[in-house]
Nanobody
Framework: VQLVESGGGMVQPGGSLRLSCAAS????????MSWVRQAPGKGPEWVSA????????YYADSVKGRFTISRDNAKNTLYLQMNSLKPEDTALYYC??????????WGQGTQVTVSS
C-alpha cells in the first residue's frame, strides 16, 4: 500500500490550493478515504472524509464551505480543493485510508503554509 500526497505549497491568505493523493497497492475504490492535518505543535486534526463512491462527503466545521474533497476511482486519486485559505490552515496534510476501526495507512504528508 502506498499513498503519495502532492500539491502543497505556500500561499497567501485567501488563496487556493489543490492537494492530490495517489494511491497504489490496494483496491482504491473499496475504501473510504480521509484527509487529516497536523499543525506545528498540535495533534492531528481530521479534515474531511469521502465514501467509496464519492457520493458522501464530510467536513470538519473549521473547513466546511471552503474545502471540497473528491476522488477519481479510475485514476486511484484522492483530492482536496482548498479555497479561501487562512493562516490557521497551515499544517502538514495527510491522506489516510479508512481501515474500518482506524486509519491503517497514511501518506508522507504535504506541507501547506498560508502566510502573507
Amino acid at each position: 500500500v502506498q499513498l503519495v500526497e502532492s500539491g502543497g505549497g505556500m500561499v497567501q491568505p485567501g488563496g487556493s490550493l489543490r492537494l492530490s493523493c495517489a494511491a497504489s497497492g490496494f483496491t482504491f475504490s473499496s475504501y473510504d478515504m480521509s484527509w487529516v492535518r497536523q499543525a506545528p505543535g498540535k495533534g492531528p486534526e481530521w479534515v474531511s472524509a469521502i465514501n467509496t463512491g464519492g457520493g458522501s462527503t464530510y467536513y470538519a466545521d473549521s473547513v466546511k464551505g471552503r474545502f471540497t474533497i473528491s476522488r477519481d476511482n479510475a485514476k486511484n486519486t484522492l483530492y482536496l480543493q482548498m479555497n479561501s485559505l487562512k493562516p490557521e490552515d497551515t499544517a502538514l496534510y495527510y491522506c489516510a485510508r479508512d481501515g474500518g476501526y482506524t486509519y491503517d495507512y497514511w501518506g508522507q504528508g504535504t506541507q501547506v503554509t498560508v502566510s502573507s
